[in-house]
């Protein structure tokens, strides 16, 4: 019997200086598509693949997010005595069970493979979920779930793969396919950020992971790797080659890059037209705004 996995990383103690200034004071992770913190979308995600246990790895300045996953005594008596049950049940989405819910600090941002070996001591020897809350995913079955199920059958190692244009590949880490499967892919290598013109294939990792405990020992012996951060996909790529091995997961779904700022407003006029309560204003403006837009060209 496989080990379930239960436990999940939340990265979230990078700077965020694609969004200064407004991350001087907030974090990246609570600030809302529509009216929900991205980070809220990464916990609901989790909760419907079954995970437990949430890790958060924060930093200074982060004290907003602690703040989210706690009660509101004061907020929540006020909206009893004016009888707003509605919304009294819409802050329960952002309560956690007593002894769920953990921070680590991470002292200096090292990079994501930093980050998550920071959590090493509270993931043991028992296989993981690593959730970064700025990839905000649209899909019909939740992408963790996804992936969780596909684990089932598998074990090993596996990454939330996407095919992206050639020009775009230099941002992300690529795979090298060792075999196709379909929703599945083998891999022989992975190379974080490559040259252009250099890629391996146009399937991106993006930021969902299921991972063997191994990797966390990877990342004890690694010191750096590209721009000079302790690289997670290095962590992963040594797991290539061993009994457990690496695959590519090819989910259903659509991914925002919500680190972007490009991406973040394409997710929220994205997540306001999925709205029952949104959908026909924004259109009608979207509509409006287009039309005037090509009258004026
Ligand atoms: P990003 O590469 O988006 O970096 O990190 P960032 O600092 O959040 O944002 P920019 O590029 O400065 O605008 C991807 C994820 O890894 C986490 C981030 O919090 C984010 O969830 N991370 C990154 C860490 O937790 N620690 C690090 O040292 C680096």
Request: hydrophobic share 40%; with cysteine; proline share 4%.
């Amino acid at each position: 019997m496989r080990n379930k996995v239960t436990k999940a990383i939340f990265p979230v103690a990078g700077l965020g200086t694609r969004f200064l200034p407004a991350t001087k004071s907030v974090p990246k992770e609570i600030m809302t598509l529509v009216d929900r913190p991205l980070i809220q979308y990464a916990i609901d995600e989790a909760r419907a693949a079954g995970i437990k246990e949430f890790i958060f790895v924060t930093s200074r300045g982060k004290g907003a997010l602690e703040d989210y996953f706690d009660h509101s005594p004061q907020l929540e008596n006020e909206l009893r005595k004016k009888g707003k049950t509605d919304l009294l049940e819409i802050l329960k989405t952002t309560n956690m069970d007593s002894g769920a819910i953990a921070y680590m600090r991470q002292h200096k941002a090292l990079g994501l493979g930093h980050a998550v070996w920071c959590a090493r001591r509270l993931i043991g020897n028992e296989p993981f979920a690593v959730i970064l809350p700025d990839d905000v995913i649209a899909a019909e079955k939740p992408c963790l779930q996804q992936m969780v199920e596909a684990y089932e059958e598998t074990g090993g190692n596996m990454v939330a793969a996407m095919e992206v244009p050639a020009a775009k590949a230099s941002s992300y880490g690529v795979l090298d396919i060792k075999e196709d499967m379909g929703s599945m892919v083998s891999v022989n290598g992975m190379v974080e950020k490559p040259e252009p013109g250099t890629e391996p294939s146009n399937l991106a990792v993006i930021g969902r992971y299921i991972l063997s405990p191994h990797v966390l020992k990877n990342l004890n012996k690694i010191k750096s790797g590209a721009g000079g951060e302790i690289q997670l996909t290095d962590a992963i790529a040594q797991e290539i080659g061993t009994e457990r091995g690496v695959y590519g997961y090819r989910f259903r779904g659509q991914r925002f890059d919500c680190g972007s700022k490009s991406g973040f407003l394409q997710a929220t006029v994205a997540f306001g037209l999925s709205r029952d309560d949104l959908r026909d204003d924004l259109h009608a403006y979207l509509t409006d705004l287009m039309a005037t837009e090509k009258a004026a060209q």
